[in-house]
């Protein structure tokens, strides 16, 4: 059974500075405006059933670490979707068809963002087309059928299904509602990041007075790490130091920054962190990231299946929390950093630290949830 003591050992997989690290508000919200970003918040929270998600203080992993709070922003609770994604393809969706009932909307997914952009479709009476690749589980295309959503699956991986997706979108005339951006295809992945940005909007008045000393984001092609950079931008009176964690399999915004200019890598295995496995950064988080982020970090999935575990045993916190597999990077980073005094000491981790930390979905894939509970590891 996993307990909290044999965190001790974990480790990161690796680690970077990066040297072009030049934080500058005005420059984030030129790329992202604040404009964007209110009128994101200001359309989510009318929803129907919006209300702020928690962020839980992991009291006994603070303990543990002897750092003073690690905060987790429990995106479980999302409006029943079960991930933060809620916020950013439904919003675009609204925003994209502005009323019209006649667009019909595609888009590609490793599993969340589809879901959103169905619910979002379903919720104005739009037809859905969600292209999924091999990968992507029976159980999550069921959710997205289950929003009325007409579910392609591609053979291969999710960037062929991207160009499938934009292949049958242009034949067919359809709008195309993703959170990738590419040449000329700016706005809606604009629109989504600025509904993602709403977490921050609601972090920065659940923390009150208390500054945070720390966030780590995740990052798959870069969307929701960016976004929340923009919302810190929007948000926040003080900078933390950002990093960004990613699966050590599919590190392209490591390797982006190493070598300054986006790097498409090749996946060799996929990461049980399916919405994290992507080989390239996207245009848009590259350009707001790049000088943004103070560090990065690549985690291996052997911790995934434990942090769920003692998520979900109450083992970090007072309370158990339903985390699902790209919610444990962040925290087994942390753990990974803290195991390392030397770079617990160069990025300033210590007993007065406030890390934030993003649990960006919960039992979003059920199946997968219950393997992981029941994984004996």
Excluded at 186 to 199: E, F, N, Q, R
């Amino acid at each position: 059974m996993s307990k909290i003591s044999e965190v001790s050992n974990w480790k990161y997989s690796k680690f970077l500075k990066n040297e072009k690290n030049n934080f500058n508000k005005n420059s984030i919200l030129k790329i992202l405006p604040k404009l964007f970003i209110d009128e994101a918040y200001n359309v989510i929270s009318r929803w129907n059933n919006y209300f702020p998600t928690p962020l839980i203080s992991l009291k006994k992993l603070s303990k543990k670490l002897n750092l003073n709070q690690i905060f987790y922003k429990d995106e479980s609770k999302r409006f029943n979707l079960k991930s933060f994604k809620a916020l950013g393809g439904a919003y675009a969706v609204e925003k994209i068809t502005d009323g019209n009932k006649e667009i019909i909307i595609s888009t590609a997914t490793a599993g969340n963002h589809g879901r959103s952009v169905a619910w979002g479709s379903k919720n104005l009476g739009l037809n859905c087309k969600i292209f999924i690749s091999k990968y992507v589980s029976e159980n999550r295309a069921e959710v997205m059928r289950s929003f009325g959503a007409d579910v392609i699956r591609v053979d291969g991986n999710y960037e062929d299904s991207l160009n499938e997706c934009i292949r049958q979108s242009k034949k067919n005339n359809w709008q195309i509602v993703q959170d990738v951006a590419w040449k000329d295809y700016i706005l809606v992945p604009k629109l989504t990041m600025a509904g993602y940005s709403v977490m921050m909007k609601e972090i920065s008045e659940q923390i009150k007075i208390q500054k945070i000393s720390h966030i780590i984001l995740q990052a798959g092609v870069g969307g929701m790490a960016a976004a929340m950079v923009a919302g810190i931008a929007r948000y926040l009176d003080h900078v933390p130091q950002i990093i960004v964690v990613e699966p050590e399999s599919a590190a392209c915004v490591l390797a982006s920054i190493k070598n300054e200019k986006i790097e498409k890598i090749l996946i060799e295995k996929e990461s049980i962190m399916g919405g994290m496995s992507c080989g390239e950064v996207s245009l848009i988080p590259w350009e707001i990231l790049k000088n943004s982020i103070s560090y990065c970090v690549t985690v291996s999935d052997e911790y995934v299946s434990k942090t769920v575990k003692l998520l979900a045993r109450g083992e970090f916190s007072s309370e158990k929390i339903v985390g699902g597999e790209c919610s444990t990077p962040g925290i087994i980073a942390l753990i990974g950093l803290c195991n390392d005094k030397q770079i617990k000491d160069q990025i300033n981790l210590n007993v007065d630290s406030n890390v934030l930390l993003i649990g960006c979905e919960g039992d979003a894939d059920e199946n997968l949830y219950q393997e992981l509970l029941k994984k004996n590891d």
